[in-house]
């Protein structure tokens, strides 16, 4: 059974003050950590964890524009389910239009009513 966990590398940029260009590394993790915990069209996943963050050592200004861009890349753990994966959770939540639950204990899920069998029942 394949796993809904994935190892993603990933190479992106981002604009940096002048002001923070002595520490562009903590911009960039800042950065990346407020994408944590949240779905990303761009991995198609939730990202869960970083690490290995490599600052390219040069920037360039684009246009007139105010910041630098930094070229930058990582590794990540993506919680990517595929149709048909099986995953476990604890159920925290009962609705009559849903059912809320933690996937492995730490993904927020839902299954909405319309994905709920036929014949379920619940208190």
Known sequence: ??????????????????????????????????????????????????????ILPRGHVQWDMSHIVTQYSFEGLIFRPKVGDILTGTVNNLKNNHIGLKADGIIPTSIPSHAIPKGYVFD
């Open 1 to 54: 059974m394949a796993s809904p966990y994935e190892r993603i590398y990933v190479d992106a940029s981002i604009g940096v003050s002048p002001a923070d260009m002595l520490a562009p590394t903590s911009v960039v993790k800042q950065h990346i950590a407020r994408g944590l915990l949240k779905y990303n069209p761009k991995y198609e996943g939730v990202l869960l964890a970083y690490d290995k963050v490599k």
